[in-house]
């Protein structure tokens, strides 16, 4: 536990607003922001989502650039190794309650790339996702549909991934560890000393 | 023994016994004694002062030295003290030698000597060894800057010491009261014509913005400022530029009517004070834009100095009664948060070793109290309400644009943005981001520097929000109710700032603020690596801070007038002229004793012709 | 001794200016997705995006200046309120002047800054490096134009302004204070952080600038921040140039009117890059308002 960034994910209390919940639990539900993560071909249906056809923010949806304020991760498309890394440590600075929304086949089950050595199979297993959307791209509507179904779950508390990861985080850093190995982040953050 | 005496010799008496007694713990209780019985002996005399001035001669040789401790002289003298005080406070923490001790009351003595002569003998004499004094101070740390400026500062005295003499000449006296008279009396004389009180005003400008740092004689300053110990810049810059702004009032208190019978009026502003006017705006200016350029924390303080004194000058330039009580303001405001800075400054540079901001960073973990002096000192400087600096600042936006100088007014506007964008630097450069490794173990800053940056951010506190305090003062000076109202508020023709409502209003939404704060989800602390970089993960190895060239694109955008320098230009003439000597020796004194007779031979027949002989 | 009615006002004033901030936070998204063809948001979405980030169940801190920059921010917003004359409730307006009102509005900007240095991200940096930049270029015009308007007036009350308004007609009715309303708008564009102005969050560029590592409860400070300083600053728009308000309703009208034409022109122009924006503000705006404030020496 004695690597970047980690001590402080699980450690902390929670504050329950008893009182204010339902508003709160509504307001989450009418404005998710993205943070646009792009892995993968997904990236690119992203972009007819907020245009005039589309239109997701007239559902309070907007992309927005910084992870702190973000509350719904979209994994658009297959998943390798070294993505995930960045996935992981964007996920980790989210803050509670945050939701994942998997894009298509590939974070399922590894869609076309099922056979190959460098994609991640299962995203389940190193982040909670709470919506899948099944597909070979999933179209604009079925993104839609997603989204909604997110609402949904948000608004009957089903969309519990945050929880999750902090219940059970010591199975999902154990997978991650057995993944990319000990002490990763450090790790990987070293890599690229060199280049800068 | 007259207290005039005790006020002006003490420090000097002190500094020479530090000196003398040269042992550590000795020299700190003698200076600090020296440095605070001026402030004690001007609080005392507070009631004596505002009831009538207090008067000493002094007869020195056959001459006679003439002291006199007025309204005004009594702020000067006392904004000097206040920073003179803290200054012996840094210096215990700072100064490890008697040399230190010695010159820097020495100059405390010269300042204060400079505020209180009443003639032109004892002004003169006390300014060359405030100087002198000051020089010493630069001297043992950087010979070539203190060469700087002491070659503007002797420009400075020569000039002061002809103009002088041309009054002398023309009004045979010395003593103030008598040049005043004198001079109001030659208004209908016309016995010194326009010319001539050109060249005076020419002359006593140049003198006093030499010490003022006013553009484009403000070369010395940056490299003075920086290059000696930084307790003492705070009084440097605190106090010792204090003295040509106390020369530039000096200007129109003995000659200013007959400045204006012989130049007249330039679009309903008096001619002469407009020029001082516009060399106040473009110092202000343009001492701003190169303090934001500026990558070490000296030199950026320096160049604010310079700029901030600018904004007095502006305010004298206005030339109405609020344009005096606004800088005089100033000059209050300018003294402590300058000193502030300087003495915060010395903290950092004492405790790190460093100086420029690509080696800072991260140390408000380390140094909080100081970190609060500073912020404390930014928010006065920046012009935040409710802080003296905003209130000075304001009278003089009010001074400015009443008297309709708009160009002047709005050189203000650019100059306060500029100030905000130099010390956002400064709080990044040293407080924020990632620290250096180097840096883990700084630790607080002494006792004794810590008390100086509290003898100065008090006042900027209380003065901040009771402005009202220091204008029922300065309406003292000015004889007159120029700035009304009460201990809180200030009333003038058109405007009106009530510091304590301001105050009050910011309590009122501070605390609603922090009410929404403290309802949310109690925060958890992380370490400067959490930090959003796209996603990649980062350690203490990575460069998070941006260290250098924090404002390229204001460079880029000021490319073509950053071409020009007024100090590469001084630069350039001082070698030209060092070039056009060498010539000269290599061409005339050539060792030959037989082209040395044909000279005399020369000389002699040029003088034969002439009449001489 | 107590004014109980000011007190009441005040509060009163306060829910009511970070109400209608909001909607205008929602006016200024609407608006902009109609102008692109969309539905657009409903006008309450800030107040929903708000609330969301209060509820937020967990938030992080780099220290105790980067709780205390949105604080601060909040705190000298509703200061800088406070001084402005809304409508016919005259709050402490009679008690500043406009130098003080300009320099509690920027105050805010301090704050933010405050807050986002000490966050130690590059892109908080970048942010701060620009909104100051932007700040020193629009300060002269911003200036300038203050300037005019108060050699006209000959006054620096906003009371008076309002007053004399009142009676001789509008600012804008006279064609130098045209002049400096038109500056006064461009710098508007830059206060209110618009496009081409929008430098300092630069969304696509570095992240939100200033604001990248905020969120949670620091995140709906800043909102409900910009909430405030949008209210106050259109409010000051209107009192300043559109001759103040005697009614709340007339005050919004106002106000809308302002925001719509920042609005029409953020949704139609690109990014400035800093240097860019330094030197269109010190050249045409600049030359305007020296005109402006030569006509009403």
Not at chain 1, 125 to 148: F, H, K, L, S, T
Not at chain 2, 105 to 125: H, P, R
Not at chain 2, 360 to 387: C, D, H, N, R, Y
Not at chain 3, 21 to 35: H, L
């Amino acid at each position: 536990m004695s690597e970047i960034g980690n001590d402080g994910v699980i450690s902390y209390e929670l504050k329950e607003f008893k009182l204010f919940e339902p508003l709160f639990k509504w307001a989450r539900k009418k404005s998710l922001w993205i943070v646009a993560f792009c892995t993968g071909c997904g990236g690119i249906e992203i972009p007819p989502l907020a245009t005039a056809r589309y239109d997701f923010e007239r559902f309070g949806i907007m992309p927005n650039p910084s992870p702190r304020m973000g509350d719904l991760f979209l994994i658009t498309g297959y998943v390798t190794p070294k993505t995930l890394k960045r996935i992981i440590i964007t996920y980790e600075m989210m803050q509670d309650p945050k939701y994942i929304l998997a894009h298509g086949s590939c974070p399922i089950n590894g869609g076309v790339y099922w056979d190959s050595y460098n994609v991640v199979k299962q995203l389940d297993r190193y982040i909670p996702v709470d919506v899948a959307i099944a597909g070979c791209m999933p179209r604009p509507e079925a993104v839609m549909d997603g989204i909604m179904e997110m609402m949904r779950r948000i608004e009957d508390g089903t969309a519990d991934g945050w929880k999750r990861y902090r219940e059970n985080y010591e199975y999902y850093r154990r997978n991650q560890d057995e993944l990319f190995g000990e002490g990763w982040r450090e790790k990987e953050a070293r890599r690229w000393l060199a280049w800068i | 023994m007259n207290e005039i005496l005790i006020i002006l010799f003490t420090p000097l008496l002190a500094g020479v016994l530090a000196w003398a007694f040269d042992f550590r713990g000795v020299r700190e209780v003698i200076g600090l004694i020296g440095a605070a019985v001026p402030l004690a002996y001007l609080v005392k005399l507070y009631p004596a002062v505002i009831e009538k001035p207090v008067d000493y001669a002094l007869t020195v040789g056959g001459f006679t030295l003439q002291f006199q401790l007025g309204t005004m002289s009594w702020y000067f003298a006392a904004v000097a003290s206040l920073v003179g005080l803290a200054m012996a406070f840094g210096l215990v923490a700072t100064s490890r030698s008697g040399y230190d001790w010695l010159f820097a009351l020495m100059s405390f003595t010269g300042v204060l000597g400079v505020f209180l002569s009443q003639d032109f003998i004892g002004f003169f004499l006390l300014w060359e060894l405030m100087t002198f004094a000051s020089f010493m101070m630069v001297l043992k740390r950087n010979r070539h800057e203190s060469l700087k400026y002491f070659v503007l500062s002797v420009i400075g005295a020569y000039a002061m010491l002809l103009a002088i003499g041309i009054l002398y000449a023309r009004t045979g006296a010395l003593d103030f009261e008598t040049i005043r008279q004198a001079l109001i009396i030659d208004v209908s004389l016309g016995t010194i014509g326009k010319g001539e009180t050109i060249l005076l005003f020419t002359l006593f400008l140049t003198a006093f913005g030499v010490k003022a740092g006013a553009v484009p004689l403000h070369v010395w300053a940056p490299g003075a400022y920086s290059e000696t110990d930084q307790s003492y810049t705070a009084f440097f810059s605190g106090a010792l530029s204090k003295a040509g702004v106390y020369g530039i009032l000096l200007i129109y208190m003995l000659m200013g009517y007959k400045l204006y019978a012989e130049l007249g009026t330039f679009h309903g502003h008096l001619t002469f004070a407009y020029v001082i006017a516009w060399i106040g705006a473009i110092t202000v200016v343009v001492a701003s834009f190169l303090a934001v350029l500026q990558e070490d924390i000296r030199k950026l303080f320096a160049y604010s100095s310079v700029g901030q004194v600018g904004y007095i000058l502006l305010a004298f330039g206005v030339g109405s009664p609020l344009g005096f009580a606004g800088g005089l303001f100033h000059v209050l405001s300018h003294a402590i948060f300058k000193g502030l800075f300087w003495l915060v400054t010395a903290a950092i540079i004492l405790q790190t070793g460093r100086t420029r901001f690509r080696d800072m960073g991260g140390l408000a973990e380390k140094m909080p109290f100081t970190f609060a002096m500073g912020l404390i000192a930014v928010l006065s400087l920046a012009g935040i309400p409710p802080m003296a600096g905003f209130a000075s600042k304001w009278l003089i936006y009010e001074a400015a644009i009443q008297a309709h100088m708009p160009l002047v007014a709005g050189a203000i506007f650019l100059g306060s943005g500029l100030a905000f964008a130099y010390v956002v630097r400064f709080l990044y450069g040293v407080w924020f981001g990632q620290r250096p490794s180097e840096l883990e173990d700084v630790k607080e800053a002494p006792l004794p520097l810590l008390l100086a940056m509290t003898i100065l951010a008090i006042p900027n506190l209380v003065f901040g929000v009771a402005p009202g305090v220091v204008t029922g003062y300065i309406n003292r000076i000015l004889m007159g109710d120029v700035v009304g109202g009460d201990y809180y508020r200030l009333v003038t023709q058109t405007g009106t700032y009530n510091a304590l409502l301001v105050s009050t209003a910011l309590v009122i939404g501070l605390a609603i603020a922090g009410l929404v704060y403290l309802y949310g989800a109690k925060a958890r602390r992380v370490p400067v690596t959490d930090t959003y970089q796209s996603g990649n993960p980062v350690t203490e190895e990575f460069n998070l801070s941006i260290r250098r060239n924090f404002y390229r694109p204001l460079a880029e955008a000021l490319e073509f007038w950053l071409r020009y320098s007024w100090d590469r230009f001084y630069e350039r003439l001082a070698k030209l002229s060092e070039d056009f000597a060498d010539a000269l020796r290599q061409a005339f004194y050539n060792g030959n004793v037989q082209s040395y007779s044909w000279y005399l031979a020369i000389v002699l027949l040029i003088l034969a012709l002439w009449g001489v002989l | 001794m107590i004014d109980w009615k000011l007190i009441l006002e005040v509060i009163g004033i306060l829910l009511y200016a970070t109400f209608m901030g909001f909607i205008f936070m929602g006016i200024e998204r609407k608006a902009m997705a109609r102008i692109q063809r969309r539905v657009g948001p409903p006008l309450y979405q800030p107040i929903i995006d708000t609330l969301k980030l209060l509820g937020k169940k967990e938030s992080i801190s780099h220290g105790f200046i980067y709780d205390f920059g949105p604080v601060f921010a909040l705190g000298a917003s509703i200061a800088a309120l406070l001084f402005i004359p809304i409508a016919n409730f005259q709050l402490f307006s009679s008690n500043a002047d406009l130098i003080v009102v300009a320099y509690l509005l920027e105050v805010p900007m301090l704050g933010i800054m405050l807050g986002a240095m000490s966050s130690g991200n590059p892109f908080s940096a970048v942010g701060v490096q620009r909104g100051l930049l932007t700040m020193v270029a629009m300060q002269l015009p911003y200036g300038l134009a203050l300037i005019a308007l108060i050699q006209h007036w000959g006054t620096f009350k906003l009371s008076e302004i309002v007053a004399l308004q009142g009676a001789q007609g509008w600012s804008v009715t006279v064609p130098a204070l045209l002049i400096a309303m038109i500056v006064f708008d461009i710098v508007f564009q830059a206060m209110l952080g618009l496009e081409p102005f929008d430098i300092i969050t630069a969304p696509a560029e570095i992240s939100m600038g200033p604001m990248v590592e905020y969120g949670g409860k620091h995140a709906a400070i800043l909102f409900t921040q910009h909430a405030v300083q949008i209210f106050a600053e259109t409010a000051f728009f209107a009192v300043l140039f559109l001759g103040g308000a005697s009614n709340l309703l007339e005050l919004l009208i106002k106000q809308i009117a302002v925001l719509f034409i920042a609005i029409f022109v953020a949704s139609i122009y690109p990014r400035f890059t800093i240097d860019q924006a330094a030197k269109f503000f010190w050249k045409w705006p600049t030359i305007l308002g020296i005109i402006a404030v030569l006509l009403t020496v």
